[in-house]
């Protein structure tokens, strides 16, 4: 599966389920990814974000904001 994020004023960001683990939770969209020992953690708040859309085989979802 792939999520993008699409950020108010236009940019927009998008990851792999194999490589990151996506979560959403009351405080916005959390993405840990792992790289080799290196572990980077990313929080994108929900007053950031105009658009999710996640995208994999048989499934497809769009959550606006």
């Given at each position: 599966?792939r999520?993008e994020?699409?950020?108010?004023?236009?940019e927009?960001?998008?990851?792999d389920?194999?490589?990151?683990?996506?979560?959403?939770?009351?405080?916005?969209?959390?993405?840990?990814?792992?790289?080799?020992?290196?572990?980077?953690?990313?929080l994108?708040?929900?007053?950031?974000?105009?658009?999710?859309?996640?995208?994999?085989?048989?499934?497809t979802a769009?959550?606006k904001?």
């Amino acid at each position: 599966m792939r999520t993008e994020i699409h950020l108010v004023g236009g940019e927009h960001v998008s990851f792999d389920h194999a490589e990151s683990d996506v979560r959403m939770n009351h405080l916005g969209v959390e993405v840990v990814h792992t790289e080799g020992d290196d572990v980077i953690r990313v929080l994108f708040p929900w007053t950031r974000i105009e658009r999710v859309e996640q995208r994999g085989p048989g499934v497809t979802a769009v959550y606006k904001f």
